[in-house]
């Protein structure tokens, strides 16, 4: 018999890469018949909490706060529960009082699970058991777009010989103060190269709000919709992020056949192009490039049973019968 998992998150989805990698997990693990439930944090209490905890043999917590995952492993640790905690972040890119919490929840915790090189080789000094996985889990199916959003991305495409697009969950800045998504010199990139298209995907409505004079070659996508459905009207995808954990969405465009660019602020996957932040020079080198690319799609089928995350749980239920 399966041993009882906990998946610890938010759903349903708001905007963002943790919640869509949460809300496939479960509908992924579902679909393979594992016996699991889901404790949603937007529901927290200290009480619900802990009972979930105790109810459950092996519990995978998702979420963004050093302080939570501190306290979920404690919690773990007293009732001698395996508990996976998977950090979407960089290990390290919070402040000092954060960034010690982290790093203590790694060492607390039964398997610290993270997404990069750089990230495993600070976990692996205070858990041996750190293990690097990737977050990318495929979507099993998607909403078609609405007809008005159709169009205009029809029309986009019919007046430009090369588009990309880009995405954004919310106007965020880093611990510099940078804009994290690099929207902003993406659309004063764009506008001087009317040529070449830009589709940004904002489900959150807050670059539209911020009354930007676009020209007629940027599109903003600014109510909820399928990041997928988008990929038919482009070219290639842009991730011109400032930092960055495992993007779902770079690996969806590979698995798509798009061509990907991507800031090197953190490790990415094999076929991405990567540039540096703030070097617009060396990013139109790029894209001019790949707009004389003749690219012919090749969409990718994965096995979901072979998913790192699905063999990293099967192992897990092994050492326990």
Not at 181 to 186: A, D, H, I, Q
Not at 273 to 295: A, G, Q
Request: hydrophobic share 40%.
């Amino acid at each position: 018999m399966r041993k009882k998992i906990l998946i610890v998150g938010k759903r349903p989805l708001p905007i963002g890469g943790v919640t869509i990698h949460v809300d496939r997990l479960v509908k992924l693990i579902d679909k393979l018949g594992y016996d699991y439930t889901f404790y949603d944090l937007n529901n927290f209490t200290i009480y619900s909490f802990i009972k979930a905890i105790s109810a459950n043999d092996i519990i995978h917590l998702h979420t963004s706060s050093p302080k939570l995952r501190v306290l979920f492993a404690i919690c773990c640790l007293v009732q001698h529960k395996i508990s996976l905690i998977t950090y979407h972040g960089d290990l390290g890119r919070f402040h000092f009082v954060m960034n010690c919490l982290d790093f203590y929840s790694v060492k607390l915790c039964t398997y610290p699970i993270v997404i990069n090189n750089h990230s495993l080789k600070v976990a692996i000094k205070y858990n041996s058991k750190a293990t690097l996985l990737s977050a990318y889990i495929p979507s099993i199916e998607e909403p078609d777009l609405e007809n008005g959003m159709k169009s205009e991305l029809v029309i986009l495409r019919t007046k430009c010989s090369f588009v990309c697009i880009t995405n954004a969950y919310n106007y965020s800045l880093d611990k510099y103060g940078q804009e994290i998504y690099g929207v902003s010199e993406l659309i004063a990139f764009f506008s001087e190269r009317p040529s070449w298209g830009l589709v940004i995907s904002d489900p959150s409505g807050t670059y539209k709000k911020k009354n930007y004079l676009l020209p007629k070659n940027i599109l903003i996508l600014d109510s909820p919709h399928s990041f997928q459905k988008v990929f038919d009207y482009a070219d290639c995808f842009l991730r011109y992020t400032s930092t960055d954990g495992d993007s779902l969405s770079i690996h969806e465009a590979l698995d798509f056949g798009l061509s990907v660019v991507a800031t090197d602020v953190v490790d990415r996957p094999h076929g991405v192009y990567t540039v540096k932040r703030n070097d617009m020079d060396e990013l139109f080198i790029v894209l001019k490039n790949l707009s004389k690319l003749k690219n012919e799609r090749k969409h990718v089928m994965l096995n979901l049973k072979g998913l790192a995350l699905i063999q990293f749980y099967d192992k897990i239920i092994a050492e326990l019968k």
